[in-house]
């Protein structure tokens, strides 16, 4: 199994940038495809963005394609998320999730084997 936590978060204005962070520990991290969820206050969990195990396949939502980069980088054993031009809708606790079938990208949360804690991002207007 692999242990995952996620750091980056934080405050920011809108218009502004953050880069959240998920480091694996545990079984080979390139076992794994990634993602970055989120959820705010009162809504359902939703997928942000996507990676397959070599980073040759990414997923964005519509809400943040153009403004969200997701990478990873094997060798560090961690998955990246760059945010750009964050809006006030943007505010949530945003978690980054494995699944074990590496190759394919899924969109359902159900879909992913394990969790890390999340991190919280607001996004003052």
């Known amino acids: 199994q692999v242990q995952l936590v996620e750091s980056g978060g934080g405050l920011v204005q809108a218009g502004g940038s953050l880069r959240l962070s998920c480091a694996a520990s545990?079984?080979?991290?390139?076992?794994?495809?990634m993602g970055w969820f989120r959820q705010a206050p009162g809504k359902e969990r939703e997928l942000v963005a996507a990676?397959?195990?070599?980073?040759?396949?990414?997923y964005y939502a519509d809400s943040v394609k153009g403004r969200f980069t997701i990478s990873r980088d094997n060798a560090k054993n961690t998955v990246y998320l760059q945010m750009n031009s964050l809006k006030p809708e943007d505010t949530a606790v945003y978690s980054c999730?494995?699944?074990?079938?590496?190759?394919?990208?899924?969109?359902?949360?159900?879909?992913?084997?394990?969790w890390g804690q999340g991190t919280q991002v607001t996004v003052s207007s």
């Open positions: 999730a494995a699944r074990s079938d590496r190759r394919a990208i899924a969109t359902a949360g159900r879909s992913y084997d394990y």
């Open positions: 545990g079984r080979t991290f390139s076992s794994y495809a």
């Open positions: 990676i397959n195990w070599n980073g040759y396949s990414t």
